[in-house]
């Protein structure tokens, strides 16, 4: 009788999860929420600085080879400041090199209009905010048909495979994604 109580209790346990080993959390921790955005935001205050700075140097074509050149060199350096892994990515990519991570497409595929804070089986955050078209994104992603030559001359030279315009103001223009590991 007690092995077969002592079988059904074990079996209980597991079946209801009781008996967990994984020490994986079910939520991400405040820390690592806290981590990815600050990341995040050192990422987009970064690049808007320097995107307004070559607007009002150069114009706003000089403005598209921040976004080339810049972009990926800003994210490599919060990316080491904050230890996690971050970038940039749309459903409308202008630079090919900015696929998103397997984790994020489905969320991407479906237009995920607001944060999305999941953790992966390693323990890993996986966060997602979506990035909203401003007015001075309109320069290089509002409609081709008002954009200034200059400018879609540059676009079309660096970007041959350019499907990031056509879009208007507060309009979701893609995600910020990044992975903090070990909560």
């Not at 080879?65 to 230890?83: F, G, L, M, S, Y």
């Not at 979506?130 to 030559?149: F, M, Q, Y």
Request: glycine share 6%.
């Amino acid at each position: 009788m007690y092995k077969t109580t002592l079988a059904a209790a074990v079996l209980l346990l597991t079946l209801t999860g009781c008996n967990k080993t994984d020490k994986t959390p079910a939520v991400p921790s405040p820390e690592a929420i806290a981590k990815a955005e600050a990341a995040r935001d050192e990422l987009m205050k970064t690049l808007k600085g320097e995107l307004i700075a070559a607007i009002g140097e150069g114009g706003p074509a000089s403005a598209i080879t921040v976004c080339k050149d810049r972009a990926p060199a800003i994210a490599q350096e919060v990316a080491a400041n904050h230890n996690v892994r971050i970038g940039r990515t749309s459903f409308s990519l202008r630079n090919q090199a900015n696929t998103p991570p397997a984790w994020v497409a489905d969320l991407i595929k479906n237009r995920t209009e607001s944060q999305n804070l999941t953790l992966a089986q390693d323990g890993t955050l996986h966060a997602l905010y979506p990035v909203r078209t401003k007015p001075e994104c309109l320069l290089c992603h509002g409609d081709p048909d008002s954009t200034a030559p200059a400018i879609k001359e540059q676009i079309t030279a660096l970007y041959p495979q350019d499907n990031a315009m056509g879009f208007a103001l507060n309009d979701l223009r893609g995600y910020v994604w990044v992975e903090v590991d070990d909560q």
